[in-house]
């Protein structure tokens, strides 16, 4: 799965070298601004819950829908974010291009799933809840770049 | 390939949890930890000729018929062959010490490799005697606890007594490798 870490190694080993110098510099680097998506992976985890809910309850306030439908909207949001949880920990796209993205597609043509709703609901996480509220600055951008990233990915 | 990043993801999602603050704690401890890591690593990188070198000399000595005719390290073709895998070795032990997780050293250099030596006639347990020689080397270089010449300074943790931790990760990479060729 791709990371700082495996990025480095994978081109040190196609090349049959040693790490070098560089590859320190870049791994070291991606330690740095570990800190901030740990603290964001961390809060993400305990907020969760509460995140999905609100998202969830935002998009089905209008409109009168079953309500097995909505809970797997529940699902899926949970399901979403969880994957954002591995990204922040592992510092890349990873899990959610392997796990989320690749063949999302297919699923979502064959089965006539509606995307609106998981957008809506992911755009309500990044622009309507205070995230603020429970992680520092550093820490909610990186959340966020990972919600742009998926939202962009449904669209 | 792994890193002790996506190595908590794995497991993670095997279970279908979200990753908490329990699970945080040790991916804490392996950034906190990096400079250690990263001089660790580059004990091995600074002196992986010589590590290899010893480990092969030390493995003929204690075994005088692998460089006489008929011997497995004669003639110095095979020799060569000999030093080059002691080198790569280290190489994948370098990468797992670095990603913290021996998933890059167990999927591109140990499966198959006792196979293969199996089917060129390598004897494995000269092999084995040279990758502990390796192992007691690396760890005692890494922790400058090497006599005569010092061979590795901490650049940025401070010094090699600061390593000993990461150090005995390394010899259990190496274990690992033992364990395969066994």
Redesign the interface.
Known sequence: ?K?A??T???A??AA????SMS??ES??GS?DR??AR?EA??K???C?DKFTNLAVDAVYQTGSYEQANKDKCVRDIHHYL?LI??CL???GT??LDD?GISGMREIIRIQLLPTAAYIEAFIFIRDEIKINDVMGQQAETEFKGLLDYLINALA | MLDAFSRTVVSADAKGAVIGSEELADLRKYVADANKRIDATLAITQNVSCIAADAVAGMVCENTGLTQPGGHCYPTRRMAACLRDGEIILRYVSYALLAGDPSVLEDRCLNGLKETYLALGVPTSNAVRAVEIMKIATVAIMTETNTGRKMFKGINSGSGAQCQDIASEAASYFDLVIEALK
Do not use: C, I, Q
């Not at chain 1, 049959?16 to 790490?19: A, D, E, L, V, Y």
């Open positions: 799965m990371s870490v495996t480095v190694v994978s040190a080993d049959g070298r040693f790490p590859d320190f791994v070291k330690f570990a800190k740990l992976a961390e993400l985890a305990s969760l969880r949880n591995y920990v592992t510092g990873g899990p796990w």
